[in-house]
């Protein structure tokens, strides 16, 4: 039940509740995909002006700034500026996405931390391994951590380019454990790579982040006093010796993630109701600060932060640190060093060898019960494209190196980003050679993913459409005003007509506080099932949605058939409101807050829901339950001519 990644969606518009198709995850993934192209084009800019005028270069980046208040002050040069102030921005958005991950993505089911700890793990102490069997003996052997860490946003780009035909859940799988990654990453550079450690500045530091962290505990929401004790948290670990972007990746870390509550969502749709029925500042105030509340500080840090250290944080770190001087003479002796060699070998071959490696003994050990959740194909895949260790790589050979050892710690780490990248490539061709069936247990593996659904379908109260037992089932939250679900819904026909084996499910939510008749249309029709013409009621209002009065609905029941006075009687008295509201309840509990939201095999559909993107996510669906089975993925697994 894995999902292909989508098209963006052909529907620009949504319903007030309507949550963005590109979920979180999606959006960080697709800012990280983007932003490489950025990276690159600033690596390429600095080993241009590296080598058109190295003195400028060193010069320009070797430039004094201080800040003072008073007689205190703190100075650093626009290098250390870069690495230690503004790629605390860059943790910060890594420990975001971490505790999404945790809170509300794959690791939420805590059983399956165990899977990217153990695979992060693996992909850093086989580099670190290799790195130290070349410098053995060696002072060198101290920059063993310039090995370990994969560059995430990097890794991304790179697979969309050279593994565009890697399903989505590649993405997240390389996400999950490159975060591991990550934290590791920090944990050494504040451990093993501080210098000179004062311990009173680095226990009022660690006080302050406390602070922060009791202030998130009562759920205190007041952005300046957050950013006011970062930074003094920042400026303790600058004057203690430790690197003070182990700040930013904290704060990411203590900032919840959660989705937006319906019951939040109708505060917010109330004042702007109120603002626009009276627009006073006072209101205008209040309604800004309903929509805001109403998201998780996580979603509202990572939309302010993550473009800002995506498109011009990071570049500037590859501006600042990509930057070394090459020429014949250089490449043929640092290609024969043991630094170069080390992280070269290292990342090429280690982190492939250490990902795989550790997700197969772990698949062993646990007798199949902790499995990655796609096919090996995929998972060596991912573990060659986190052979690309750029930027932590980069900021810890800046601490671990100095002079032609800064150089060689470089060039091995641009060179394994571009080795790693080919060999991805050459996973990607190899597997598309195999027979269809084995591709596709190779790319889609038989784990189960996670179920979003909270309430199974149950035919003895679902309406449902289409063989009951079919592989595939699709249930679609709606709501028979919303003007969305109406452009679905052809969809949706044309989906079940082409795919003969597609179970489509149906259930309530109406969002009565923007649509003032959708509650009524609701009940008219389960009004109708009670007849038994649920689905032409169902076309029906769909297909007038401009006109949902109760006279309206009994007209299309006396159009039906239906018996009228049965049919007004049950609308009058609510009859069918129970139902309504046992769905409604199944949607809070399965975190839906717009419409239309759809779940295919329970798993929650993220992105467009056009013909395309709902027809690829069938046939994932299918394709996995197939694997499952055993069975066959011949004509099961072709799209249909449209």
């Known amino acids: 039940m894995s999902q292909i990644e989508a098209p ?33 084009a600033a690596t390429i800019v600095a080993l241009a002006w590296a080598n058109g005028d190295p003195s400028a270069y060193q010069a320009f980046w070797g430039t004094e700034l201080s800040m003072r208040l008073g007689s205190k002050g703190i100075a650093a040069d626009l290098h250390e500026w870069v690495n230690s102030g503004l790629m605390a921005f860059f943790f910060l958005v890594a420990g975001l996405e971490a505790r999404r991950e945790f809170d509300m993505g794959e690791l939420r089911e805590r059983r399956r931390l165990v899977l990217p700890l153990v695979v992060g793990l693996g992909g850093m102490i086989v580099p670190v391994c290799i790195y130290l069997a070349f410098n053995a003996g060696q002072p060198t052997a101290d920059g063993w951590g310039a090995a370990m860490s994969t560059d995430t946003a990097f890794a991304l780009g790179m697979l969309a380019l050279v593994g565009s035909g890697f ?40 006080a302050v982040l406390a602070v922060v962290a009791l202030l998130r505990h009562f759920r205190v929401r007041y952005g300046p006093a957050y950013a006011l004790l970062g930074v003094i948290a920042w400026v303790a670990f600058f004057k203690s ?59 509202r840090l990572q939309q302010l932060f993550h473009p800002w250290t995506s498109y011009v944080i ?10 070394i001087t090459i020429n014949g003479s250089f490449l043929a002796r640092a290609y024969t060093t043991p630094v170069t060699l080390g992280i ?44 690309i260790g ?59 993913t996670i179920v979003d659904l909270a309430v199974p379908v149950d035919p003895r109260r679902d309406h449902i ?30 989906l079940l007509a082409d795919y003969g084996d597609v179970c489509y499910v149906w259930r309530h939510l109406p969002l009565a506080d923007v649509h003032p008749h959708a509650e009524l249309a609701a009940e008219g029709s389960e009004a109708a099932a009670a007849q038994g013409k649920f689905w032409e009621m169902h076309d029906q209002l769909l297909g007038h949605q401009g006109a949902l009065t109760a006279d309206d609905l009994i007209r299309y029941a006396d159009e039906l058939g239906l018996s009228t006075p049965q ?74 001519a449209s």
């Open 8 to 40: 963006a969606p052909q529907f620009s518009l949504r319903t007030v509740w309507g949550r963005s198709r590109q979920t979180p995850l999606r959006q960080f993934l697709r800012t990280e995909t983007g932003s490489a192209s950025v990276l690159l």
């Open 167 to 206: 399903p989505d859940r590649v993405r997240t799988y390389l996400l999950t454990f490159a975060i591991v990654d990550d934290v590791a990453g920090i944990v050494v550079i504040a451990v093993v790579y501080s210098r000179h450690v004062d311990a009173v500045a680095l226990v009022v530091g660690l």
């Open 314 to 323: 990071v570049p500037l770190f590859a501006l600042a640190n990509a930057g």
């Open 465 to 494: 459409r289409g063989p009951v037992k079919a592989p595939v089932t699709v249930v679609e939250y709606g709501d028979f005003e919303c003007p969305y679900c109406g452009q679905a819904e052809p969809v949706i026909r044309r």
């Open 344 to 387: 070269l070998v290292g990342y090429v071959v280690g982190k492939p060898v250490g990902t795989v490696g550790a997700a197969w003994l772990l698949a062993k050990v646990s007798r199949g019960s902790i499995r990655p959740p796609v096919g090996w194909a995929a998972v060596t895949g991912a573990g060659a494209i986190a052979g």
């Open 567 to 640: 049919f007004a009687g049950d609308l009058a008295g609510h009859a069918g409101a129970a139902k309504i509201a046992e769905d409604v309840d199944s949607a809070d509990l399965s975190g839906v807050a717009g419409t239309p939201t759809f779940f295919i095999n329970g798993k929650r559909h993220h992105g467009a829901y056009d013909l395309g993107a709902l027809s690829d996510a069938v046939l994932a669906a299918r394709a996995r339950v197939l694997i499952s089975q055993g069975g066959r993925a011949s004509a099961a697994d072709r799209r249909p």
């Open 241 to 299: 010796g430790v690197d003070p972007v182990v700040v930013g990746l904290v704060m990411g870390l203590l900032a919840v993630a959660h989705p937006a509550a319906r019951s939040d969502l109708e505060r917010a749709s109330e004042v702007f109701r109120l603002f626009r029925e009276q627009p006073t500042p006072d209101l205008a105030r209040s309604a800004r600060e309903g929509v805001r509340v109403a998201l998780s500080p996580n979603d």
């Open 390 to 448: 750029f930027i932590v790589a980069l900021l810890i050979a800046s601490l671990a190196f100095h002079g032609s050892q800064l150089a060689e710690a470089k060039l091995g780490i641009l060179s394994a980003a571009l080795a790693a990248s080919a060999l991805t490539w050459i996973v990607f061709r190899l597997t598309t050679l195999l027979p269809k069936r084995l591709r596709l247990r190779a790319l889609l593996g038989t784990a189960e």
